[in-house]
T-cell receptor, first 115, second 110 residues
Framework: EAQVTQNPRYLITVTGKKLTVTCSQN?????MSWYRQDPGLGLRQIYY???????DKGDVPEGYKVSRKEKRNFPLILESPSPNQTSLYFC??????????????FGPGTRLTVL | RKEVEQDPGPFNVPEGATVAFNCTYS??????FFWYRQDCRKEPKLLMS???SGNEDGRFTAQLNRASQYISLLIRDSKLSDSATYLC???????????FGKGTKLSVIP
């Protein structure tokens, strides 16, 4: 089954304690991205990756890092989480071959609370 | 001006009603247009792409007006299961990045 998985699904942590949210897709997609979703603000892109070792900032990258060492994995790293990073996070992937835009598949989401 | 704007909602409609959502986008170079559906606390899922000629999928009809930079979604004969938030999504030219509207919440009432 084609899917995007994220772990953990729920996380409560404290300010300053480094954490990583993993994301993996089994569809051999080149393009992956991370979003955060906050009430009244909608989905905002944090980082994206066009392929292995190619990453770039989205609209709200401050306080986040990513890496793309393998095509299937795109972890999101919070080196020093702060309460304003409390949010619902989604990983997404899409196929980019063929030149046209294709459906973006989302993971189930990670609900992060930073105390 | 916000990049993608949607009706603020929420829309509360009775079963069987027809409901229309509207969306405007600011980037005239946008090339791809979609409606996504998001259930409460779940991930967004593609409902339908929107083509210049308009397209229909069962009870759902999407329209695009490039001149006015306007997208619409029409849902006929609303079902309880249509209750969700509908996201208008626009993709840029030469880019796989998507810009999401804030969404419009629909509640279909028995």
């Amino acid at each position: 089954e084609a899917q995007v998985t994220q772990n953990p699904r729920y996380l409560i942590t404290v300010t300053g304690k480094k954490l990583t949210v993993t994301c993996s897709q089994n569809m051999n997609h080149e393009y992956m991205s991370w979003y955060r979703q906050d009430p009244g603000l909608g989905l905002r892109q944090i980082y994206y990756s066009m392929n292995v070792e190619v990453t770039d900032k989205g609209d709200v990258p401050e306080g986040y890092k990513v890496s793309r060492k393998e095509k299937r994995n795109f972890p999101l790293i919070l080196e020093s989480p702060s309460p304003n990073q409390t949010s619902l996070y989604f990983c997404a992937s899409t196929r980019t071959s063929g030149g046209s835009y294709n459906e973006q598949f989302f993971g189930p989401g990670t609900r992060l609370t930073v105390l | 001006r916000k990049e993608v704007e949607q009706d603020p909602g929420p829309f509360n409609v009775p079963e069987g009603a027809t409901v229309a959502f509207n969306c405007t986008y600011s980037n005239s170079a946008s090339q791809s247009f979609f409606w996504y559906r998001q259930d409460c606390r779940k991930e967004p899922k593609l409902l339908m792409s929107v083509y210049s000629s308009g397209n229909e999928d069962g009870r759902f009809t999407a329209q695009l007006n490039r001149a006015s930079q306007y997208i619409s979604l029409l849902i006929r004969d609303s079902k309880l299961s249509d209750s969700a938030t509908y996201l208008c999504v626009v993709g840029g030219a030469g880019s796989y990045q998507l810009t999401f509207g804030k969404g419009t919440k629909l509640s279909v009432i028995p």
